[in-house]
């Protein structure tokens, strides 16, 4: 079981950068998958970054080469790097983490992106 909690939101104007924190509290950090969403105002949420337990990353293709996902297992943290940020990359971004074919997964509350001229 873990407690997740984002940081590093902000508001930033196009074609700046922001990290993001995702830091957890519990235990077996290393064994979960860690994926970033993020959800806007009147829009589903959307698969953003994906780092897996067994060093697999993925990403959103409207993201890919501007994001980058890292993890440091050893402090239980898990980080997006955001680069050349656009006013579609607004929205609430959330850490999320699970293990596949496991039940339990858990979110963190999330953390507000704007980009804005």
């Excluded at 509290?25 to 806007?40: M, N, V």
């Excluded at 970054?49 to 993925?58: D, K, L, N, P, V």
């Excluded at 496991?102 to 704007?114: E, L, M």
């Amino acid at each position: 079981q873990v407690q997740l909690v984002e940081s590093g939101g902000g508001l930033v104007q196009p074609g700046g950068s922001l990290r993001l924190s995702c830091t957890a509290s519990g235990s077996d950090f290393e064994l979960y998958t860690i994926t970033w969403y993020r959800q806007a105002p009147g829009k589903q949420r959307d698969m953003v970054a994906r780092f897996t337990s067994g060093g697999y990353i993925a990403y959103g293709v409207s993201v890919e080469g501007r994001f980058t996902i890292s993890r440091d297992n050893a402090k239980n943290a898990a980080y997006l790097k955001m680069d050349s940020l656009e006013v579609e990359d607004t929205a609430v971004y959330y850490c999320h983490a699970g293990i596949p074919g496991v039940n339990h997964a858990y979110w963190g509350q999330g953390t507000q992106v704007t980009v804005t001229v």
